[in-house]
């Protein structure tokens, strides 16, 4: 079955971003000069997702407005003859088909996921964590979508990650079946003890659900952080069926925490046309005072 449907919980308060994120969600904040969840649609897109569903609440009304046509803005810059900055606005708009649905209590992205119950109906869906920024010359989701069509089941986009970072992440029990393709039959949230840790393989933020996980979100106890997480109603779906868990090739940023934005930000404004040279040297030069 084709994979046609995106949910993108973005409903979050960004509290490890504060002061930035006290009226901006964070999933609007730039990396170079293309908001984060920019970057998200537009993976989404190329994957071959036509419907995109994104979670919202109080103050993030901003979101709708940047996937909105501007028509004084789109008149004033033509008038003006800028047309390459025509060029950046005047299709965002058309790039997906996107709905907005509010999650009036942050009870937690599981919770979060259940909104799009009316949206998502009978079909597979993919979520994408909106604080997640992943680029590259290969979709992640795009990876994702083809495992489902290879497995039939549930797919997660994983990376290892750090000793240290596994008690912030979720950790996976992983069987390798070829390359970077592996079958997950359990999963821990923010596992605090050593003992708890599964592997070192953590989902990052892309991950293919079948419908059945709204059900199962339906019982879903509050978690890790007393808030209804979605790795916990995973975890019952790979006990009871197994999921597919893929090694994504493309980097993963964290916009959900400082040090990823700033990371995110230097390492593709390196790629940027108008900004690499200008970055390059500036970074060489700081790089002598450091
Ligand atoms: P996070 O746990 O990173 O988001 O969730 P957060 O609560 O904003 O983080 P803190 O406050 O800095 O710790 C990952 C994604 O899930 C969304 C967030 O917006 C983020 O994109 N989310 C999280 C929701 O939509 N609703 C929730 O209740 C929680």
């Given at each position: 079955?084709?994979?046609?449907?995106?949910?993108?919980?973005?409903?979050?308060?960004?509290?490890?971003?504060?002061?930035?994120?006290?009226?901006?969600?964070?999933?609007?904040?730039?990396?170079?000069?293309?908001?984060?969840?920019?970057?998200?649609?537009?993976?989404?897109?190329?994957?071959?997702?036509?419907?995109?569903?994104?979670i919202?609440?109080?103050?993030?009304?901003?979101?709708?407005?940047?996937?909105?046509?501007?028509?004084?803005?789109?008149?004033?810059?033509?008038?003006?003859?800028?047309?390459?900055?025509?060029?950046a606005?005047?299709d965002?708009?058309?790039?997906?088909n996107?709905?907005?649905?509010?999650?009036?209590?942050?009870?937690?992205?599981?919770?979060?996921?259940s909104?799009?119950?009316?949206?998502?109906?009978?079909?597979?869906?993919?979520?994408?964590?909106?604080?997640?920024?992943?680029?590259?010359?290969?979709?992640?989701?795009?990876?994702?979508?083809?495992?489902?069509?290879?497995?039939?089941?549930?797919?997660?986009?994983?990376?290892?990650?750090?000793?240290?970072?596994?008690?912030?992440?979720?950790?996976?029990?992983?069987?390798?079946i070829?390359?970077?393709?592996?079958?997950?039959?359990?999963?821990?949230?923010?596992?605090?003890?050593?003992?708890?840790?599964?592997?070192l393989?953590?989902?990052?933020?892309?991950?293919?659900?079948p419908?059945?996980?709204f059900?199962?979100?339906?019982?879903?106890?509050?978690?890790?952080?007393?808030?209804?997480?979605?790795?916990?109603?995973?975890?019952?779906?790979?006990?009871?069926?197994?999921?597919?868990?893929v090694?994504?090739?493309?980097k993963?940023?964290?916009?959900?925490?400082?040090?990823?934005?700033?990371?995110?930000?230097?390492?593709?404004?390196?790629?940027?046309?108008?900004?690499?040279?200008?970055?390059?040297?500036?970074l060489?030069?700081?790089a002598?005072?450091?």
């Open positions: 079955m084709k994979i046609t449907k995106a949910v993108i919980p973005a409903a979050g308060l960004g509290t490890r971003v504060l002061p930035a994120t006290k009226a901006m969600p964070k999933e609007m904040l730039p990396i170079v000069d293309k908001p984060a969840i920019q970057y998200i649609v537009e993976e989404a897109v190329a994957s071959g997702i036509t419907d995109i569903l994104i919202t609440n109080r103050g993030k009304g901003i979101m709708e407005d940047h996937f909105d046509k501007a028509p004084l803005l789109e008149d004033s810059l033509e008038k003006a003859g800028k047309t390459d900055q025509l060029d606005i005047k965002i708009h058309n790039l997906a996107i709905q907005y649905v509010r999650q009036i209590e942050t009870k937690g992205l599981g919770h979060a996921v909104r799009a119950r009316s949206f998502v109906g009978n079909d597979p869906f993919v979520v994408m964590y909106g604080d997640d920024v992943i680029i590259g010359d290969i979709p992640a989701t795009k990876e994702l979508i083809d495992a489902y069509g290879t497995f039939g089941k549930g797919v997660l986009g994983i990376k290892p990650v750090s000793e240290e970072a596994i008690k912030k992440y979720s950790s996976l029990k992983v069987e390798n070829h390359d970077n393709v592996f079958k997950c039959t359990d999963m821990i949230e923010k596992p605090q003890r050593k003992e708890d840790v599964l592997s393989y953590s989902i990052l933020g892309r991950v293919v659900l419908p059945e996980i059900d199962i979100l339906d019982h879903t106890k509050p978690g890790a952080g007393g808030e209804i997480q979605l790795t916990d109603a995973m975890a019952e779906l790979a006990r009871s069926c197994g999921m597919t868990a090694e994504f090739t493309s993963r940023y964290d916009m959900g925490n400082k040090l990823g934005i700033l990371q995110a930000n230097i390492e593709v404004g390196l790629k940027h046309p108008e900004v690499c040279e200008g970055l390059r040297e500036y060489k030069e700081l002598k005072t450091l």
